[in-house]
Protein backbone atom coordinates (compact mmCIF):
# COMPACT_ATOMS: atom_id res chain seq x y z
CA UNK A 1 0.00 0.00 0.00
CA UNK A 2 3.04 2.48 0.97
CA UNK A 3 4.31 1.15 -2.14
CA UNK A 4 1.18 2.31 -4.55
CA UNK A 5 1.04 5.79 -2.85
CA UNK A 6 4.48 6.58 -3.06
CA UNK A 7 4.33 5.45 -7.02
CA UNK A 8 1.30 8.24 -6.89
CA UNK A 9 3.44 11.31 -5.67
CA UNK A 10 6.05 10.29 -7.81
CA UNK A 11 3.47 10.79 -10.74
CA UNK A 12 1.77 13.78 -9.93
CA UNK A 13 2.97 15.74 -6.94
CA UNK A 14 6.78 15.97 -8.25
CA UNK A 15 6.60 16.83 -12.05
CA UNK A 16 3.86 20.36 -9.75
CA UNK A 17 6.45 20.69 -7.47
CA UNK A 18 9.11 21.20 -9.82
CA UNK A 19 7.14 23.64 -12.08
CA UNK A 20 6.60 25.53 -9.04
CA UNK A 21 10.60 26.03 -8.78
CA UNK A 22 10.21 27.53 -12.45
CA UNK A 23 7.50 30.00 -11.22
CA UNK A 24 9.38 31.43 -8.03
CA UNK A 25 12.35 31.96 -10.30
CA UNK A 26 10.14 33.70 -13.13
CA UNK A 27 9.24 36.26 -10.46
CA UNK A 28 13.41 36.71 -9.22
CA UNK A 29 15.70 39.54 -10.34
CA UNK A 30 17.28 38.27 -13.65
CA UNK A 31 20.95 38.12 -13.46
CA UNK A 32 21.86 37.31 -16.26
CA UNK A 33 24.58 39.75 -17.99
CA UNK A 34 24.15 41.39 -21.83
CA UNK A 35 27.80 41.00 -22.51
CA UNK A 36 29.48 42.50 -24.38
CA UNK A 37 26.48 44.92 -24.82
CA UNK A 38 26.98 45.72 -21.36
CA UNK A 39 30.50 45.97 -19.64
CA UNK A 40 30.35 45.80 -15.75
CA UNK A 41 33.54 47.37 -14.13
CA UNK A 42 35.83 44.48 -13.02
CA UNK A 43 37.52 44.63 -8.89
CA UNK A 44 39.86 47.36 -8.54
CA UNK A 45 42.50 44.83 -8.00
CA UNK A 46 41.47 42.22 -10.92
CA UNK A 47 44.83 41.84 -13.19
CA UNK A 48 43.91 42.23 -16.55
CA UNK A 49 46.36 43.71 -19.19
CA UNK A 50 49.80 44.40 -18.21
CA UNK A 51 51.00 48.04 -18.60
CA UNK A 52 54.68 49.44 -18.58
CA UNK A 53 54.80 52.49 -16.69
CA UNK A 54 56.91 55.96 -17.40
CA UNK A 55 57.61 58.03 -15.38
CA UNK A 56 56.41 61.73 -15.18
CA UNK A 57 58.76 63.66 -17.70
CA UNK A 58 57.93 60.07 -20.24
CA UNK A 59 61.40 58.48 -19.80
CA UNK A 60 60.25 54.29 -19.32
CA UNK A 61 60.62 52.88 -16.09
CA UNK A 62 61.50 49.64 -17.43
CA UNK A 63 65.20 48.59 -16.97
CA UNK A 64 65.17 45.82 -18.75
CA UNK A 65 66.42 43.24 -16.21
CA UNK A 66 64.17 40.50 -17.03
CA UNK A 67 63.37 39.77 -13.41
CA UNK A 68 59.76 39.70 -14.53
CA UNK A 69 60.79 36.67 -16.93
CA UNK A 70 62.48 34.52 -15.03
CA UNK A 71 60.03 35.20 -12.54
CA UNK A 72 57.09 34.07 -14.69
CA UNK A 73 55.87 30.22 -14.42
CA UNK A 74 54.46 30.36 -18.20
CA UNK A 75 57.75 31.29 -19.67
CA UNK A 76 55.25 34.17 -21.56
CA UNK A 77 57.46 37.35 -20.93
CA UNK A 78 60.94 38.01 -23.17
CA UNK A 79 62.85 40.93 -22.81
CA UNK A 80 65.89 42.24 -24.08
CA UNK A 81 67.52 44.88 -22.27
CA UNK A 82 70.04 47.44 -24.00
CA UNK A 83 72.21 50.98 -22.73
CA UNK A 84 70.87 53.92 -21.97
CA UNK A 85 73.38 56.84 -23.51
CA UNK A 86 73.49 60.77 -23.00
CA UNK A 87 75.28 60.72 -26.04
CA UNK A 88 73.50 62.53 -29.03
CA UNK A 89 75.52 60.42 -31.53
CA UNK A 90 73.79 56.98 -29.92
CA UNK A 91 70.25 55.79 -29.69
CA UNK A 92 69.54 58.37 -26.81
CA UNK A 93 68.04 57.76 -23.24
CA UNK A 94 64.84 55.72 -23.15
CA UNK A 95 64.90 55.28 -19.09
CA UNK A 96 66.76 56.71 -15.98
CA UNK A 97 69.19 54.11 -15.84
CA UNK A 98 72.29 53.00 -16.90
CA UNK A 99 69.78 50.07 -19.26
CA UNK A 100 66.58 49.97 -20.89
CA UNK A 101 64.11 47.26 -22.04
CA UNK A 102 64.57 47.37 -25.63
CA UNK A 103 62.25 44.31 -26.87
CA UNK A 104 59.29 43.56 -24.42
CA UNK A 105 57.09 40.76 -25.31
CA UNK A 106 54.44 39.10 -23.80
CA UNK A 107 52.25 36.25 -24.76
CA UNK A 108 48.84 35.84 -23.82
CA UNK A 109 48.15 32.70 -25.27
CA UNK A 110 50.21 31.35 -22.55
CA UNK A 111 49.96 33.84 -19.82
CA UNK A 112 47.58 32.86 -16.96
CA UNK A 113 47.50 36.31 -15.46
CA UNK A 114 48.43 35.06 -11.93
CA UNK A 115 50.47 38.26 -11.57
CA UNK A 116 54.02 36.90 -10.61
CA UNK A 117 55.88 39.12 -12.61
CA UNK A 118 54.41 42.60 -11.24
CA UNK A 119 55.26 40.69 -8.03
CA UNK A 120 59.11 40.59 -9.33
CA UNK A 121 59.35 44.05 -10.96
CA UNK A 122 62.08 46.15 -8.94
CA UNK A 123 60.55 49.28 -10.34
CA UNK A 124 57.09 49.16 -10.45
CA UNK A 125 57.44 49.33 -14.27
CA UNK A 126 55.30 46.59 -14.53
CA UNK A 127 51.50 46.56 -13.60
CA UNK A 128 48.38 45.03 -14.32
CA UNK A 129 45.33 47.13 -15.60
CA UNK A 130 41.85 45.61 -15.42
CA UNK A 131 41.52 45.14 -19.17
CA UNK A 132 39.82 41.47 -19.50
CA UNK A 133 39.52 41.42 -23.44
CA UNK A 134 41.99 39.95 -24.52
CA UNK A 135 40.91 37.10 -26.77
CA UNK A 136 41.50 37.47 -30.30
CA UNK A 137 41.78 35.29 -33.97
CA UNK A 138 45.48 35.12 -34.45
CA UNK A 139 48.44 33.67 -32.34
CA UNK A 140 50.80 36.42 -34.02
CA UNK A 141 48.33 39.46 -32.56
CA UNK A 142 48.37 37.81 -29.05
CA UNK A 143 51.80 38.49 -28.51
CA UNK A 144 52.09 41.88 -27.49
CA UNK A 145 54.66 44.06 -28.09
CA UNK A 146 56.33 46.65 -26.07
CA UNK A 147 54.35 49.58 -27.88
CA UNK A 148 51.17 47.62 -27.30
CA UNK A 149 51.82 47.26 -23.34
CA UNK A 150 53.88 50.80 -22.80
CA UNK A 151 51.37 53.32 -21.20
CA UNK A 152 49.99 56.46 -23.12
CA UNK A 153 51.91 59.91 -22.75
CA UNK A 154 50.34 61.84 -20.90
CA UNK A 155 50.54 66.00 -20.78
CA UNK A 156 53.28 67.01 -19.41
CA UNK A 157 55.71 63.76 -20.56
CA UNK A 158 57.71 63.12 -23.57
CA UNK A 159 58.71 60.57 -26.11
CA UNK A 160 61.78 59.11 -25.42
CA UNK A 161 64.49 58.85 -26.12
CA UNK A 162 65.66 62.59 -24.36
CA UNK A 163 67.40 63.38 -21.13
CA UNK A 164 66.00 63.38 -17.60
CA UNK A 165 64.46 66.26 -17.67
CA UNK A 166 63.17 66.62 -14.44
CA UNK A 167 65.02 67.88 -11.29
CA UNK A 168 68.67 69.02 -10.74
CA UNK A 169 69.92 65.35 -10.04
CA UNK A 170 68.95 61.63 -9.93
CA UNK A 171 68.17 61.84 -6.21
CA UNK A 172 65.70 64.76 -7.21
CA UNK A 173 64.44 62.75 -9.86
CA UNK A 174 63.64 59.65 -8.47
CA UNK A 175 62.10 61.05 -5.19
CA UNK A 176 59.93 63.50 -7.03
CA UNK A 177 61.59 66.62 -5.66
CA UNK A 178 61.15 69.14 -8.36
CA UNK A 179 57.91 71.40 -9.56
CA UNK A 180 55.01 69.70 -11.18
CA UNK A 181 55.99 68.93 -14.59
CA UNK A 182 52.64 70.45 -16.10
CA UNK A 183 48.75 69.39 -14.84
CA UNK A 184 48.00 65.77 -15.37
CA UNK A 185 51.43 64.60 -15.47
CA UNK A 186 52.10 64.50 -11.68
CA UNK A 187 51.63 60.55 -11.58
CA UNK A 188 53.55 57.76 -13.02
CA UNK A 189 50.41 56.53 -14.25
CA UNK A 190 50.73 53.06 -12.95
CA UNK A 191 47.45 50.52 -13.19
CA UNK A 192 46.24 48.91 -10.22
CA UNK A 193 48.63 46.33 -9.12
S1 LIG B 1 50.85 37.23 -15.13
FE1 LIG B 1 51.88 35.28 -14.58
S2 LIG B 1 51.80 34.05 -16.44
FE2 LIG B 1 51.33 36.15 -17.07
S3 LIG B 1 53.28 37.02 -17.72
FE3 LIG B 1 53.04 37.52 -15.52
S4 LIG B 1 54.04 35.84 -14.39
FE4 LIG B 1 53.74 35.15 -16.51
S1 LIG C 1 59.31 45.09 -16.37
FE1 LIG C 1 60.40 45.27 -14.38
S2 LIG C 1 61.20 43.20 -13.96
FE2 LIG C 1 60.64 43.26 -16.15
S3 LIG C 1 62.52 43.80 -17.23
FE3 LIG C 1 61.41 45.72 -16.83
S4 LIG C 1 62.21 46.47 -14.88
FE4 LIG C 1 62.82 44.32 -15.04
Redesign the pocket.
Known amino acids: MAESSKSIKEQFWDPVAGFGVTFRTMFRKVVTEQYPFEKLPTAPRFHGRHQ ?1 NRWPDGLE ?9 WACPADA ?1 Y ?1 E ?1 AGNSDDPDSEGRFSPGERY ?1 AV ?1 QINYLRCILCGL ?1 IE ?4 R ?2 TMTNEYELADSTRESLIYEKSDLLAPLLPGMEQPPHAMLLGDDETDYYRGQYAAPAPGAGGTEEAPR
Do not use: S
Open positions: LKCIGCELCAIVGGYCACPTAL
